[in-house]
């Protein structure tokens, strides 16, 4: 047997099994013979209840939704060690809050001490064994919504460094479940009795969005958030250079750029032309290294700044003067003899490159230069 169905008006009780279609006529409480967590989803469809079992099977409850008279039906779980757990639900229906019934949470409902009686020893005992003087169930305590609180971390979280924060906070209402929202992910926090409630959440979550805490509970929702500083990641930058560099000029270019190291503890090493130079980091986050002309040559220049392990990089184009075209000399072939016995001059021709100008060209033949 999976559980039965117990009419309000008269105590009447019908048992069912998974398989047994349930069909409601009127008021009723549903009593289920398994806890609460074995059920895997609750759905609504129309008028109709579906509870899809842990184990694959599905009940549907027809019915379940529709009121005669202002009474609607109830559903009421019985776990294996007699605990009692009432499924609550407000009107429009968004979902069942599940709360164990005790000597502080009563069934709002009317039931007769028949009816009390066949749905459970457990539930028997609170139902009947906690009524008034009058032998009527004493009225359960009204559901507020809840009130929620996140408080700040009390140190910046670093997203870059191993490990969790412990995020914390209260809620009026012990019972209520807070979910708590980081960098776009949901996690669900741990409700104390006391009202306080605590989460651990990823450092890698955090990243310098507000984080945001919600309450529910059957009476409805509340939301609360703050701020999470956290710690700037690693990074550098490099200035851009637009005045050309000639690497055949004597003397140094120095390049610039800025650097967020909260810790203080890394370095920025510029790649220029294949050597790397040392950076000096100043107090105020920037950065300057003086490298010899000589070493630009036209490719990217590369700041990284490293730091227990982590880097980060940037890099620009530096533009250079091109290099001058090398002083060079050619003569033309001569294809026709020469008859030194016959008077006269041959004219011997060719090319010279000299950017200057300043060059002079001197054939030598024979021994004489001309």
Same mark, same amino acid.
């Given at each position: 047997?999976?559980?039965?169905?117990?009419?309000?008006?008269?105590?009447?009780?019908?048992?069912?099994?998974?398989?047994?279609?349930?069909?409601?006529?009127?008021?009723?409480?549903?009593?289920?013979?398994?806890?609460?967590?074995?059920?895997?989803?609750?759905?609504?469809?129309?008028?109709?209840?579906?509870?899809?079992?842990?184990?694959?099977?599905?009940?549907?409850?027809?019915?379940?939704?529709?009121?005669?008279?202002?009474?609607?039906?109830?559903?009421?779980?019985?776990?294996?060690?007699?605990?009692?757990?009432?499924?609550?639900?407000?009107?429009?229906?968004?979902?069942?809050?599940?709360?164990?019934?005790?000597?502080?949470?009563?069934?709002?409902?009317?039931?007769?001490?028949?009816?009390?009686?066949?749905?459970?020893?457990?539930?028997?005992?609170?139902?009947?064994?906690?009524?008034?003087?009058?032998?009527?169930?004493?009225?359960?305590?009204?559901?507020?919504?809840?009130?929620?609180?996140?408080?700040?971390?009390?140190?910046?979280?670093?997203?870059?460094?191993?490990?969790?924060?412990?995020?914390?906070?209260?809620?009026?209402?012990?019972?209520?479940?807070?979910?708590?929202?980081?960098?776009?992910?949901?996690?669900?926090?741990?409700?104390?009795?006391?009202?306080?409630?605590?989460?651990?959440?990823?450092?890698?979550?955090?990243?310098?969005?507000?984080?945001?805490?919600?309450?529910?509970?059957?009476?409805?929702?509340?939301?609360?958030?703050?701020?999470?500083?956290?710690?700037?990641? *690693?990074?550098? $930058? #490099? +200035? %851009? @250079?637009? /005045? &050309?560099?000639?690497?055949?000029?004597? !003397?140094?270019?120095? =390049?610039?750029?800025?650097?967020?190291?909260?810790?203080?503890?890394?370095?920025?090493?510029?790649?220029?032309?294949?050597?790397?130079?040392?950076?000096?980091?100043?107090?105020?986050?920037?950065?300057?290294?003086?490298?010899?002309?000589?070493?630009?040559?036209?490719?990217?220049?590369?700041?990284?700044?490293?730091?227990?392990?982590?880097?980060?990089?940037?890099?620009?184009?530096?533009?250079?003067?091109?290099?001058?075209?090398? *002083?060079?000399? $050619? #003569? +033309? %072939? @001569?294809? /026709? &003899?020469?008859?030194?016995?016959?008077? !006269?001059?041959?004219? =011997?021709?060719?090319?010279?490159?000299?950017?200057?100008?300043?060059?002079?060209?001197?054939?030598?033949?024979?021994?004489?230069?001309?």
């Amino acid at each position: 047997m999976l559980g039965a169905v117990v009419l309000k008006s008269n105590g009447t009780l019908a048992n069912f099994d998974a398989g047994t279609p349930v069909v409601l006529g009127e008021p009723s409480v549903v009593r289920l013979e398994i806890g609460p967590e074995l059920v895997r989803e609750f759905l609504r469809d129309g008028n109709d209840l579906r509870l899809v079992l842990a184990d694959g099977r599905v009940l549907k409850i027809e019915g379940f939704f529709i009121e005669h008279d202002g009474q609607r039906s109830e559903l009421v779980f019985e776990d294996a060690n007699g605990v009692v757990w009432w499924g609550q639900y407000t009107s429009p229906w968004s979902g069942f809050h599940i709360a164990e019934i005790n000597e502080t949470v009563l069934l709002p409902f009317p039931i007769s001490g028949a009816t009390a009686a066949l749905l459970g020893g457990a539930l028997a005992a609170v139902a009947i064994g906690s009524s008034g003087s009058d032998g009527k169930p004493d009225p359960a305590p009204a559901v507020n919504p809840p009130q929620v609180v996140v408080s700040p971390p009390a140190n910046a979280v670093d997203p870059s460094a191993p490990g969790n924060t412990t995020l914390t906070g209260t809620v009026t209402d012990p019972n209520a479940t807070v979910t708590v929202t980081v960098g776009g992910t949901d996690y669900s926090a741990t409700v104390n009795p006391d009202g306080t409630w605590t989460v651990v959440v990823p450092n890698t979550s955090f990243d310098g969005s507000p984080i945001t805490a919600t309450a529910t509970n059957s009476a409805g929702s509340d939301t609360d958030n703050t701020p999470v500083p956290v710690v700037p990641a *690693l990074d550098v $930058t #490099i +200035d %851009d @250079v637009t /005045t &050309p560099v000639d690497p055949a000029t004597p !003397g140094n270019t120095t =390049l610039t750029g800025t650097v967020t190291d909260p810790t203080g503890t890394g370095t920025v090493t510029v790649t220029v032309g294949g050597t790397d130079y040392q950076a000096t980091i100043n107090p105020d986050g920037t950065w300057t290294v003086d490298v010899p002309n000589a070493s630009f040559d036209g490719n990217p220049v590369e700041a990284t700044v490293t730091r227990a392990g982590e880097t980060a990089s940037d890099e620009t184009t530096v533009p250079v003067v091109p290099a001058a075209p090398a *002083l060079d000399v $050619t #003569i +033309d %072939d @001569v294809t /026709t &003899p020469v008859d030194p016995a016959t008077p !006269g001059n041959t004219t =011997l021709t060719g090319t010279v490159t000299d950017p200057t100008g300043t060059g002079t060209v001197t054939v030598t033949v024979g021994g004489s230069d001309y």
